[in-house]
C-alpha cells in the first residue's frame, strides 16, 4: 500500500485517510535477524496470494471475491491482513482498475473484464511483522500497447531495486526507476510512493520513484526493509481521488500501473522478501 507523499499535490478537495511520514535518518530502523525471518515469512505469505489471485482470476469476477480468497489465504497461513481496517480501509486487499492508480476498494457491483488492467496490493501481519507487495494483472488478451505498459512499470521496479545496496543511496533507486519509465515514455506518478516497513506497515524513509531534492538522500544500510513501488501512467502523472476517499485515478483517465515488492537491503546488494518465482 502506497504512502502519500504531499496532500497538497493532490487534485481534489477530500480528505486523505493516509499518514504521511515525517523523514529523519536517527528513526530509520534496521532489522535484526530475528525480525528478517520473520518478515521473510509475512513476505512470502503476501507472495503465495499474489500469486494464487494471479491464477484465479478470470473474467466475471469480483473485486469483493478477490479481496474474499485474499483475506481467506492470509488467515489460514496463520496471518491476519495488513490493510483491513488501516486507517479505516474496509478491505484486505486494493484493488485498482484501467484508469484507478491505487487504493480502489473491493465491491461486489465491480466485475472483471477482459482486457482489463488489474492492480492488486495486500499485505499480511505475521508475528508482528509486515510484508507488502502489488502486482498487474493483464486479464484475458490486452492490447499490445497495454502489455507494453504492464511490462515497463514492472521493469522500473526492478530498475530501482537493482540499485539497492548497502552506501547506496535512495535517491539511485529513484533515479534509476525514473530513467526507465522515461525511456518508455510513460510517467511516474509523484503523489504517491513507497515506504519502510516492519513492525508498522509505513515506516521512515519515503522511498521516493522520481529524483527529487525535497527530501533528504539518505544512505542504504543492512537490514534496512523497504517497500518499493513505482506506479506508471501511460498518460499524465496526476491523480485525483474519489469521493470514497480512497480510490485515485488518473486525471486523465489513461491506464496506470503497479508492481511493488518488499526488499531488505544487505551489505552486497539486496533481498527481494516478497519473491513469488520459487513459489
Known sequence: MNILTNPSKLRNDHQTELPTLKISGRRIETKSLQEIAIMRKSSQIVATVLKEIEMVVEPGMTTEDLDRY??????????TPSF????????????????EVVHGIPSPKRKVCAGDVLKVDT????????GDSCITIAVGKVSPITSRLILGAQEALYAGIAQVKAGNYLLDIAGAIENKVKEYGYSVVEDYTGHGIGRNLHEDPYVFNYYTKELPNIKLRAGMTLAIEPIVNKGSKYTRKLRDRWTVVTVDNSLSAQFEHTVLVTQTGYEILTDRTAI
Open 70 to 79: 485474499a483475506e481467506r489465504r492470509i488467515r489460514e497461513m496463520g496471518a
Open 84 to 99: 483491513k481496517g488501516y486507517h479505516g480501509f474496509p478491505a484486505s486487499i486494493c484493488a485498482s482498475i484501467n484508469q
Open 123 to 130: 499485505g499480511a501481519y505475521f508475528q508482528g511483522y509486515h
